[in-house]
């Protein structure tokens, strides 16, 4: 079964910070290009961000753009979502997975910003 992992999650003040991480025990990320997800209450899923398997190719939805930031470390079997400049509007579950989205889910990070 396929397992994601993710951590990091936390209660901040807007314009703070964090860093999110993903990892598996059964699944080798550099094979694939992944994406960071998040899920605010009472909306769907969507797509935060993506990042190639190189890592050199990075996307972001618009209302993220300058603020996050999706690295990988392939030989850590590892990816990263660095959020900055943080807003109530960010708080919500964040999940990693295949940038199709075609894996299991994992349980996800709770990110709440709040003051």
């Known amino acids: 079964q396929v397992q994601l992992v993710e951590s990091g999650g936390g209660l901040v003040q807007p314009g703070g910070s964090l860093r999110l991480s993903c990892a598996s025990s059964?699944?080798?990320?550099?094979?694939?290009?992944m994406g960071w997800y998040r899920q605010a209450p009472g909306k769907q899923r969507e797509l935060v961000g993506d990042?190639?398997?190189?890592?050199?190719?990075?996307n972001y939805k618009p209302s993220v753009k300058g603020r996050f930031t999706i690295s990988r470390d392939n030989a850590k079997n590892t990816v990263y979502l660095q959020m900055n400049r943080l807003k109530p509007e960010d708080t919500a579950v964040y999940y990693c997975?295949?940038?199709?989205?075609?894996?299991?889910w994992g349980q996800g990070t709770q990110v709440t910003v709040s003051s």
């Open positions: 059964r699944i080798t990320f550099r094979n694939y290009s």
């Open positions: 997975n295949h940038w199709d989205a075609r894996w299991a």
């Open positions: 990042i190639s398997t190189g890592g050199g190719i990075t």
